[in-house]
């Protein structure tokens, strides 16, 4: 394969992954936005009534920043504290998803 062959492949692969990822980023917006948004806020900073009242933690929390995506993807499952389990309210992508969008917001 020559090299101008290579570089065009290499770009076309790149281009198609930034498509894919872009694609499963609007999802994970979108699903947390109608779903997680209201106690987890609209950047990851939950409203302090409701971090209080529903000890909500920020997505810059330190103790929220060191969780796996798996344990996130547990916890949003199955729920934890007085946060409710999604699992069968939404698909395995969906939370997936969800919570690839929130760990955006501890960076």
């Known amino acids: 394969m020559s090299k101008r062959n290579r570089w065009a492949t290499a770009v076309a692969v ?56 798996a344990k996130m993807i547990e916890e949003t499952t199955n729920g934890k504290g007085k946060m409710p389990a999604f699992k069968g309210k939404l698909t395995e992508a969906q939370i997936k998803d969800a919570v690839t969008y929130f ?5």
């Open 103 to 107: 760990r955006t917001f501890s960076k």
């Open 14 to 69: 790149a281009v198609l992954m930034a498509g894919v990822m872009a694609f499963a980023q609007a999802q994970g917006a979108a699903t947390y936005k109608a779903r997680c948004q209201m106690c987890h806020g609209m950047q990851g900073n939950p409203n302090p009534g409701i971090a209080k009242a529903m000890g909500v933690r920020s997505a810059k929390d330190p103790a929220v920043k060191s969780m796996s995506e």
